[in-house]
């Protein structure tokens, strides 16, 4: 304890701490990597019964990945006199939007509870010490978010290889009518920028080294509650303290210190 300012700064010598810290970063990288992702896919297009009308289309993902209402490809090479012609808006099949929101909420949600903890770690350490209760929430909820980051991470991974699946530029052109192969398609279409799925991946990377770990904490701050030091008393009151009248007082459970 500093006694200067009455913070807890030795905190950060401990392996609580120290995790607290390196969770607070893969926090804000995997939501951030997630809910700032925007990527875009470029293609040129000549229409079949009129080489000389050409044009490109941009079709853009970005969170939260709801591909109906944000990723629209107007119609183009439209023609009256063929059944093949296209009506309407497409773009590519599938909404992410549930599990990438859930991935960002637990991210989120994570970050402020690594602030939330740590202030009390470092302001309010009697608090922590003096109150069994606090040491013994503390384990609990992180073991919960070790869960949810677990849940929260398969299921965006799987949505990510959907979404990856559904927007390749070879995929994305069987979805859109008028650049179907062969005589089905009214247009001739070419790719010239790719999506882009770097981001999606650091998320992902993230997203599993949260689970690892928040549930690698749990060991150290187990070691803080009242469960483990009824378990290990001389291990959590120290082998030279634990003995004599020291050890009845901490087997009858008065006046432990």
């Given at each position: 304890?500093?006694?200067?300012?009455?913070?807890?700064?030795?905190?950060?010598?401990?392996?609580?701490?120290?995790?607290?810290?390196?969770?607070?970063?893969?926090?804000?990288?995997?939501?951030?990597?997630?809910?700032?992702?925007?990527?875009?896919?470029?293609?040129?297009?000549?229409?079949?019964?009129?080489?000389?009308?050409?044009?490109?289309?941009?079709?853009?993902?970005?969170?939260?990945?709801?591909?109906?209402?944000?990723?629209?490809?107007?119609?183009?090479?439209?023609?009256?006199?063929?059944?093949?012609?296209?009506?309407?808006?497409?773009?590519?099949?599938?909404?992410?939007?549930s599990s990438a929101q859930f991935y960002v909420f637990v991210g989120v949600m994570a970050f402020l509870y690594t602030i939330g903890i740590t202030v009390l770690y470092v302001f309010f350490d009697n608090v922590y010490r003096d109150n069994d209760r606090v040491p013994q929430i503390d384990f609990i909820v992180t073991a919960v978010w070790s869960i949810l980051w677990f849940i929260a991470s398969i299921a965006w991974s799987v949505s990510v290889s959907f979404l990856k699946l559904e927007t390749y530029s070879s995929r994305l052109f069987h979805q859109i009518t008028a650049c179907l192969p062969d005589y089905r398609g009214t247009a001739e279409c070419n790719n010239i920028e790719e999506f882009a799925y770097t981001g999606l991946n650091i998320s992902l990377i993230c997203g599993y080294a949260n689970v690892f770990l928040w549930a690698s904490s749990l060991w150290f701050l187990f070691k803080e509650t009242s469960w483990f030091k009824s378990m290990h008393p001389e291990q959590a009151y120290g082998g030279d303290w634990y003995t004599g009248d020291n050890k009845n007082v901490v087997e009858t459970g008065a006046g432990i210190p």
């Open positions: 304890m500093d006694p200067l300012s009455g913070r807890n700064v030795e905190v950060f010598k401990e392996p609580r701490g120290v995790i607290r810290i390196i969770q607070f970063l893969f926090a804000i990288l995997a939501f951030a990597t997630t809910a700032g992702y925007s990527s875009t896919l470029k293609f040129n297009y000549a229409c079949k019964y009129n080489s000389n009308i050409k044009g490109s289309v941009s079709v853009q993902i970005a969170y939260p990945f709801h591909m109906e209402s944000q990723s629209k490809v107007t119609p183009f090479c439209t023609d009256a006199l063929t059944t093949l012609a296209p009506s309407g808006d497409y773009y590519p099949y599938g909404s992410y939007s």
